[in-house]
């Protein structure tokens, strides 16, 4: 079955042909971990992470080779420092492994490879030297500048002019640049700035530039020219540009040949903006919303389309994935069959139609209940493995029916188990007035008892 992905770069729906069907090489940019990540920030990775379960599926686990890098080393993550007083380090460790485990929530499949910045410094200092032994970057007292009019090309994935770019604008006699579109490579650390940001380079004591992370890190853990390059639409100018710039330059040949671009997403049809006090942290939403509805409800739009975060979004996707486990739960018992039904996969090799593979997934359900409605085992099981199958291509339905009835919390869960084991026990002894008033204190705490013959399970309703 083919794969069609919209490259931004030809501004074309095409069939996605890798380089090598045995190294599908892909990448996708990451965070700058300098605070926690917003549910925006995590648009990207959820929406990629579909596409990296596509791929292994049609081209083999080990053939896929995916990576996605963490900035440590930036402006913000500065200021952060100069603001708390703390390390560098302390700051990125402490975000890093907020952030791992907030994807981790969301059924993020860790890519290959994580690269850091801070670890591929000589990786960017001699992707540098070569683009200004090339002519392509020039040196200032204040670092090391790319020069955009030295690449004919320069403005191709976003589509800007660059005289369009530079028209109505001047150089200030106090600016170095020798244009203003130029931007930094490597920048010389300024009186005051932290030590642990501070490294050794050809144009003095200092730090690299955003975009030249990207480049570098990219062409040391996948290769020069790479298949597919993702991130968010904000990315496309300048970060994105800038990529193509340096790596194209430097290396002669292109740097990706399918990019891919993820929509904005807003907060109740409003911008997210601190000024407006309406940013929505996963660190903070997991502590009442499962990982598994900010997932689908990030999925429920197609990933180039905006997306609008609403409390009716996310109630829908609760009530939809309780629907999906309950109709796997009826059929849980029955051993699996090869896949049958393909629906989910179809509409991902459409551009990630993740709203129609959504829409089939919850057929599936339907399917599901049906067979168990009718007592048609075969049908029982083929329901099971094409509703999992969906599940698994979504990063959806990961946990057993059981799991998901009982909730997240552990110790609310073992208090609940020893309530209904405790009304089995009233029930074994004749005592029906006690287990009655179990019952209902249950009830009332929103715990429904499902009776079966040798013992009772629960869930939440």
């Not at 959820?46 to 292994?56: C, G």
């Not at 770019?165 to 010389?188: H, Y």
């Not at 597919?228 to 290396?251: K, R, T, V, W, Y």
């Not at 002894?429 to 009655?436: C, L, P, S, T």
Request: with cysteine; glycine share 6%.
């Amino acid at each position: 079955m083919e794969i069609k992905l919209t490259n931004s770069l030809t501004r074309k729906k095409e069939v996605f042909v890798p380089q090598d069907e045995k190294r599908v090489t892909m990448y996708v940019c990451g965070p700058t971990v300098y605070s926690y990540a917003h549910i925006g920030n995590f648009r990207p990775p959820v929406a990629f992470d579909v596409l990296y379960r596509l791929l292994r599926s049609r081209y083999g686990d080990e053939a896929v080779l995916y990576a996605s890098n963490l900035t440590d080393v930036d402006d913000k993550i500065i200021a952060a420092s100069n603001e708390t007083g703390e390390p560098i380090s302390a700051i990125t460790e402490k975000y890093t492994e907020a952030y791992l485990e907030d994807s981790a929530a969301l059924n993020i499949l860790e890519p290959n490879f994580r690269p850091t910045a801070v670890s591929h410094i000589p990786q960017m200092i001699k992707m540098m030297e070569k683009l200004e032994r090339k002519k392509y970057a020039y040196r200032t007292k204040s670092g090391l500048w790319f020069h955009v009019k030295s690449m004919d090309e320069y403005g191709k994935l976003s589509g800007r002019n660059l005289d369009d770019m530079l028209a109505g604008s001047r150089v200030d006699t106090s600016d170095e640049k020798r244009d203003q579109a130029d931007f930094a490579l490597w920048k010389v650390a300024k009186p005051g700035e932290p030590e642990d940001a501070i490294w050794d380079s050809p144009w003095g004591r200092g730090r690299p530039g955003w975009h030249i992370e990207c480049s570098a890190m990219i062409a040391a853990v996948l290769g020069k020219t790479i298949d597919i390059h993702g991130g968010g639409i904000d990315l496309q100018f300048p970060h994105h540009e800038n990529e193509i710039a340096q790596s194209e330059c430097a290396h002669g040949e292109p740097m990706a040949n399918y990019w891919l671009h993820n929509g904005f997403l807003d907060i109740e049809s409003e911008k997210m903006s601190k000024s407006i006090g309406n940013v929505k942290l996963p660190h903070e939403m997991l502590k009442t919303t499962h990982g598994e509805v900010l997932r689908m409800a990030l999925l429920s739009a197609q990933y180039r389309q905006p997306l609008d975060w609403t409390q009716a979004l996310l109630d829908q996707c609760k009530a939809t994935l309780d629907r999906a486990y309950g109709a796997l739960r009826r059929v849980w018992d029955f051993a699996d069959l090869e896949v049958e039904d393909i629906g989910v996969l179809e509409a991902l090799c459409d551009d990630l139609n993740t709203p129609q593979a959504l829409a089939e997934m919850s057929r599936l359900s339907g399917e599901a209940n049906r067979a168990a409605d009718a007592g048609d085992q075969e049908a029982m099981a083929q329901a099971r493995a094409d509703l999992i199958f969906a599940g698994d291509m979504l990063g959806l339905l990961q946990l057993t029916p059981e799991e998901w009835e009982k909730g997240d919390d552990s110790d609310d869960a073992a208090r609940i188990d020893a309530l209904v084991q405790a009304r089995l026990d009233a029930r074994a002894n004749k005592d029906w007035a006690e287990a009655d008033r179990i019952r209902d204190e249950l009830a009332a705490q929103g715990i429904e008892i499902m009776d079966k013959a040798q013992a009772s399970t629960w869930r939440r309703v």
